[in-house]
């Protein structure tokens, strides 16, 4: 099934999103890839999206989505929103036919406000529909390790303390005696908390655990006990609010703890490849539990003119021999393909030559099995591959980026080929960086930078402009390979690692590789 066909599915299966309807939809834990498929396609269907300051960007970007949105429960001129003012924002445009979510953190019915929301939009005769989420608790007990019920221990009290509240009204008797506690508290509170236990009756030997940023890439658990687990909390770099565990069970994640021992948890990874192309790379690096941000530097356009790519695939049978030096050319190939009325069926009888295994990936994706695909990535190779199939007298069309090296058709031109090295796409340079990436750039919370091409590294030092690309030498620069190394180096810089073999599988193990080192 394909990815598109995937995605029509989910549509129907949730169903269309009524025009004047509120959905109160749920953003999860903090992993934005962790919203609930309904919560996905209603954010993606949706024309006005009112959230606060505490939805990242991750939740919001889950879908590609065009709807208007609008920042709540923050100082909008000049004054705090009430919670009055933001339900009648929701009737409000939701009584001009809009499809309007409400994006809330964890889940609306789960220490949360959601109740309230319906209640209003119920007396405003406002159709509405709840779409509930995995609750922050549940998700940080999942990525911490520790089952909040296991054989043996199966009660579990769950508490909200939020800054405003007064520690003492707590029922501190009650918590003493539960078998499992998880508290949302603010982090300043944790020693007040832990003796009002401790004087409630509870064992100082008690395990405990905090939890921050939970379910996100930077997450940090740190563990001990009731007696101690606040000193430990104040030795390291935890946020203002946290998960409060405390149980027998927080001993399980001894055993069972998966999600911060993942090869690239911590590491923030920028991606600078194009965006149509970033997901091959992105991926494998989530996977490893890295927060990737995609910073694309390179932007694929198309050639000035056809002509001479349009003669060439018209007249594919004057060639022995074609030479894809790209994934993006492959991509480029099957577009012009069609345009011209033709298909994959054009290529029969003509021998395709592919630079390394990502580009015959590309091709096999498209039915197509290359027929010559060096042991390394680069031109140099290729050409010692072609030049042992006797490529004298033969007619060989490379389609390119209109930046390719020439060392490819100079050295077939030597060796007595008839050459035809034409531009099927161009590579551009975005008119900006993404603003997450230049926030977290400034932060110096940028751990690593892909680069996949020289180009990739050039246009880099372009959109930095001359007063960030001080901060670029203590950023980790991964290399694909020695053509990317070398345009690195002759700026100034030197690479951290360089991927062997040269493409995304070799570029992702050797980024693990340094980084277990270190």
Not at 123 to 142: I, N, R, T
Not at 150 to 170: I, K, P, R, T, Y
Not at 302 to 324: G, H
Request: aromatic share 6%; with cysteine.
């Amino acid at each position: 099934m394909s990815h598109t066909n995937a995605l029509d599915n989910l549509i129907r299966m949730v169903g269309d999103f009524e025009p004047g309807t509120v959905s109160l939809v749920g953003a999860g834990p903090g992993d934005g890839a962790l919203i609930s498929v309904r919560g996905a396609v209603r954010l993606g269907q949706a024309e006005v999206i009112l959230h606060d300051e505490s939805i990242g960007s991750a939740v919001l970007n889950v879908v590609g989505t065009d709807a208007e949105h609008k920042l709540i429960g923050q100082y909008q001129n000049s004054h705090l929103q009430t919670q009055g003012e933001i339900y009648a924002a929701l009737v409000r445009q939701a009584r001009k036919g809009k499809c309007v979510v409400l994006l809330t953190g964890s889940d609306p019915f789960f220490f949360g406000r959601g109740g309230e929301v319906c209640e209003y939009l119920a007396s405003a005769g406002v159709p509405f529909e709840v779409v509930p989420a995995v609750p922050a608790a549940l998700g940080a007990s999942a990525t911490a390790g520790i089952p909040l019920t296991h054989s043996g221990s199966s009660q579990v009290l769950f508490v909200n303390h939020d800054e405003s509240a007064d520690v003492h009204n707590l029922d501190f008797e009650l918590l003493a005696m539960a078998e499992t506690v998880v508290i949302l508290t603010v982090t300043k509170n944790l020693e007040k908390i832990c003796q009002q236990l401790i004087d409630a009756g509870m064992d100082v030997r008690t395990p405990a655990a905090v939890i921050d940023r939970s379910t996100c890439p930077d997450q940090k658990t740190i563990v001990g006990t009731v007696g101690d687990i606040h000193d430990r909390v104040a030795d390291e770099d935890i946020g203002p609010r946290a998960i409060f565990l405390i149980g027998q069970v927080v001993h399980l994640r001894e055993s069972i703890e998966w999600f911060e021992q993942r090869p690239l948890h911590g590491q923030t990874i920028a991606v600078t490849r194009s965006r149509d192309q970033s997901a091959s790379l992105s991926g494998p690096l989530l996977a490893a539990g890295a927060e990737v941000i995609e910073a694309p530097t390179l932007a694929i356009i198309e050639p000035e003119n056809y002509q001479d790519v349009d003669q060439a695939l018209n007249n594919l049978s004057q060639y022995d021999w074609l030479v894809m030096t790209s994934s993006n050319g492959v991509e480029a190939l099957y577009k012009r393909l069609e345009f011209l009325g033709l298909d994959g069926r054009a290529l029969a009888g003509i021998k395709i030559a592919a630079v390394g295994w990502a580009t015959a990936a590309k091709l096999a994706d498209k039915g197509i099995r290359a027929d010559l695909v060096p042991a390394e990535a680069v031109a140099e190779s290729l050409v010692q591959e072609l030049i042992s199939q006797n490529v004298e007298g033969k007619g060989v069309l490379m389609l390119r980026a209109d930046i390719a090296r020439q060392y490819l058709p100079k050295a077939l031109l030597q060796a007595g080929a008839d050459c035809d090295d034409l531009t099927i796409y161009r590579t551009a340079c975005p008119t900006t960086l993404p603003d997450l990436f230049l926030e977290l750039y400034d932060k110096d919370r940028i751990d690593w930078i892909t680069l996949t091409s020289p180009s990739s590294f050039v246009n880099l030092l372009t959109l930095l402009g001359k007063n960030r690309v001080e901060s670029l030498g203590s950023i980790k620069l991964a290399s694909i390979g020695p053509v990317t190394t070398r345009a690195i180096r002759d700026a100034g810089y030197i690479e951290t690692v360089e991927a062997d073999p040269h493409d995304v599988q070799g570029l992702v193990a050797a980024i693990k590789s340094a980084h277990k080192k270190r």
